[in-house]
């Protein structure tokens, strides 16, 4: 009982030390960047919903399709042994329910961006730059998806900036959110380096908030949303910040991630990890001292 109430206190000094962002204004325009299908509802699907709320613009963008999870095209297809085309249809799955999946959000059709590269292959791509990657899974070489932002684009790293540099022109972003370099997931590290560079080659300054998905840590087998969502413990001296959720944005997000089907039964274990009572973002420092102090409360 003492180890209980005594681990209690530490979670809760630990949620003190954080300041908690701001709720998103009207005139806000915030940019989701996601490596894949289903990261935008696990980073800041409550965010988002809030920011809607309040009247700003939310658009996303997936840098891929998500289509070479062989767990989830073993499933559809009920083979142990998945060919190209499997994987096609699971990237064609995967886009119709991200649409689906926004709608419970309110985010319009046309504030989503497939860019459609290669899942698993964004390292690949940042690491070569000169070369056309192939694809892992749909052995393409360049976008399959007739509703993606540029179909039939080479897999070139300089073209996956070029698209994602066309939709921040196009949304001309206030806040973007996007991975942090630091994410253990390869395509994750990749895109925040993506990132990166588009936003220095346009100059754009907008407030950038990140986030962090794959760790060390095991995800939860059991659903805790009245718990805090916090960072590993060898990172809390980072600049992060905490965004509240309430019950009615849990369940939303809730919604939304299980509307992601194809990716059953490790959604479970996605609510569990992420639907608590918070969000969690890395604040890039400089961005909200020098041009968005107004975007944080230091509630300590």
Same mark, same amino acid.
């Given at each position: 009982?003492?180890?209980?109430?005594?681990?209690?206190?530490?979670?809760?000094?630990?949620?003190?030390?954080?300041?908690?962002?701001?709720?998103?204004?009207?005139?806000?325009?915030?940019?989701?960047?996601?490596?894949?299908?289903?990261?935008?509802?696990?980073?800041?699907?409550?965010?988002?919903?809030?920011?809607?709320?309040?009247?700003?613009?939310?658009?996303?963008?997936?840098?891929?399709?998500?289509?070479?999870?062989?767990?989830?095209?073993?499933?559809?297809?009920?083979?142990?042994?998945?060919?190209?085309?499997?994987?096609?249809?699971?990237?064609?799955?995967?886009?119709?329910?991200?649409?689906?999946?926004?709608?419970?959000?309110?985010?319009?059709?046309?504030?989503?961006?497939?860019?459609?590269?290669?899942?698993?292959?964004?390292?690949?791509?940042?690491?070569?730059?000169?070369?056309?990657?192939?694809?892992?899974?749909?052995?393409?070489?360049?976008?399959?998806?007739?509703?993606?932002?540029?179909?039939?684009?080479?897999?070139?790293?300089?073209?996956?900036?070029?698209?994602?540099?066309?939709?921040?022109?196009?949304? @001309?972003? %206030?806040? +973007?959110?996007?991975?942090?370099? /630091?994410?253990?997931? !390869?395509?994750?590290? #990749?895109?925040?380096?993506?990132?990166?560079?588009?936003?220095?080659?346009?100059?754009?300054?907008?407030?950038?908030?990140?986030?962090?998905?794959?760790?060390?840590?095991?995800?939860?087998?059991?659903?805790?949303?009245?718990?805090?969502?916090?960072?590993?413990?060898?990172?809390?001296?980072?600049?992060?910040?905490?965004?509240?959720?309430?019950?009615?944005?849990?369940?939303?997000?809730?919604?939304?991630?299980?509307?992601?089907?194809?990716?059953?039964?490790?959604?479970?274990?996605? @609510?569990? %990890?992420? +639907?608590?009572?918070?969000?969690? /973002?890395?604040?890039? !420092?400089?961005?909200? #001292?020098?041009?968005?102090?107004?975007?944080?409360?230091?509630?300590?």
């Amino acid at each position: 009982m003492f180890l209980h109430i005594f681990s209690l206190f530490m979670v809760l000094n630990r949620t003190k030390l954080y300041p908690q962002l701001a709720p998103p204004a009207r005139s806000d325009r915030i940019l989701i960047v996601a490596p894949h299908i289903d990261d935008e509802a696990i980073a800041a699907g409550g965010y988002a919903l809030d920011a809607i709320a309040n009247g700003a613009e939310v658009y996303v963008v997936y840098l891929t399709a998500g289509d070479c999870n062989r767990f989830s095209a073993r499933l559809l297809h009920r083979t142990l042994e998945p060919t190209a085309s499997n994987y096609l249809a699971v990237g064609k799955t995967r886009i119709a329910e991200a649409r689906n999946a926004m709608k419970l959000l309110g985010i319009p059709p046309d504030h989503l961006f497939v860019l459609g590269y290669p899942d698993r292959g964004l390292r690949a791509m940042v690491d070569n730059p000169d070369e056309i990657v192939r694809s892992r899974g749909t052995h393409a070489y360049e976008v399959p998806y007739d509703d993606a932002f540029s179909p039939g684009s080479e897999y070139k790293i300089d073209n996956a900036i070029n698209d994602l540099k066309q939709v921040i022109e196009r949304t @001309r972003p %206030t806040t +973007v959110i996007a991975p942090v370099p /630091f994410d253990q997931h !390869p395509d994750h590290a #990749a895109t925040a380096e993506i990132v990166d560079y588009a936003l220095d080659e346009l100059q754009w300054r907008p407030m950038r908030l990140g986030y962090l998905v794959h760790t060390s840590r095991m995800k939860a087998l059991v659903n805790m949303p009245e718990r805090a969502l916090l960072p590993p413990s060898r990172m809390k001296e980072f600049s992060w910040a905490m965004y509240p959720l309430t019950v009615h944005s849990q369940r939303i997000k809730t919604d939304v991630l299980m509307a992601y089907k194809s990716q059953r039964p490790y959604t479970l274990l996605l @609510r569990n %990890t992420f +639907v608590r009572r918070n969000e969690l /973002f890395f604040v890039y !420092p400089t961005t909200v #001292a020098d041009e968005y102090p107004e975007q944080v409360l230091v509630a300590r």
